[in-house]
């Protein structure tokens, strides 16, 4: 089955600067790679996605890119704000209905 | 995006009795599951909850100690019975939807467990 790996588990950023979280999976078939934010007891929120027929995507500081060949997407985000700290998961999923597998997270510290 | 009611939110709970999760979506939706989230962990599906027949449990869940229940298209309950201490954790109900929005998750409040 699909394996998700996500680097770094954790990570400490100064307020503007900019962050980046990276994920490889196993399974080359997958075709749907979203990123959830977990805030400090709240439920995870789907941040962006991005489908395998597309490289890369953005909306406003954050963005996504996918390189299928190497099996690996990554989240960026730029000119990061104390309110981006959070638990960030990535996951991978095959087919609509079928079980995310998501990664193991990367805590993000935005120090102000 | 849908509205999912989990309740109860937390719970302490005594070690061999049973807790039931309920979750309510404010529309029909044809995916439903269930995960669980240990401390300091990240997301692993305990079930998809089918509705009108059995749920689909994962590698490493038994409807023994998780019986599931989804009697129509906007509830279903989790059950953790014969509660230890290892089964302190989230568990957060989740609904997916189809078409244009295939494949976005969105989750419940959950329900933070506490077994002693």
């Known amino acids: 089955g699909e394996n998700v790996e996500q680097h770094p588990s954790t990570l400490s950023v100064q307020e503007g600067d900019s962050a980046v979280i990276k994920c490889t999976y196993s399974?080359?078939?997958?075709?749907?790679f979203p990123w959830y934010k977990q805030e400090l007891g709240k439920r995870p929120q789907l941040i962006i996605d991005i489908r395998s027929n597309v490289g890369e995507k953005k909306d406003q500081r954050i963005a996504v890119t996918l390189n299928k060949t190497a099996k690996h997407f990554s989240l960026h985000i730029t000119e990061t704000q104390p309110e981006d700290s959070a638990v960030y998961f990535c996951a991978a999923i095959l087919n609509y209905g079928q079980n995310f597998v998501f990664g193991p997270g990367t805590r993000l510290s935005v120090l102000p | 995006s849908a509205v999912i009611s989990q309740k109860p939110s937390r719970d302490i709970c005594q070690r061999g009795t049973s807790l039931t999760i309920q979750c309510q979506v404010d529309?029909?939706?044809?995916?439903m599951f269930w995960y669980r989230q240990q401390p300091g962990q990240s997301l692993t599906l305990i079930a998809t909850?089918?509705?009108?027949?059995?749920?689909?449990?994962e590698s490493g869940f038994v409807i023994d100690k998780f019986p599931i229940s989804r009697p129509n298209l906007t509830f279903s309950t989790l059950t953790v019975s014969n509660m230890s201490p290892e089964d302190s954790s989230i568990y957060l109900c989740?609904?997916?939807?189809?078409?244009?929005?295939?494949?976005?998750?969105?989750f419940g409040e959950g329900s933070r467990l506490t077994v002693l």
């Open positions: 529309s029909q939706v044809t995916m």
């Open positions: 989740s609904v997916e939807y189809g078409g244009l929005r295939a494949g976005e998750l969105f």
């Open positions: 399974d080359s078939a997958s075709n749907y």
């Open positions: 909850a089918n509705q009108g027949s059995e749920a689909t449990y």
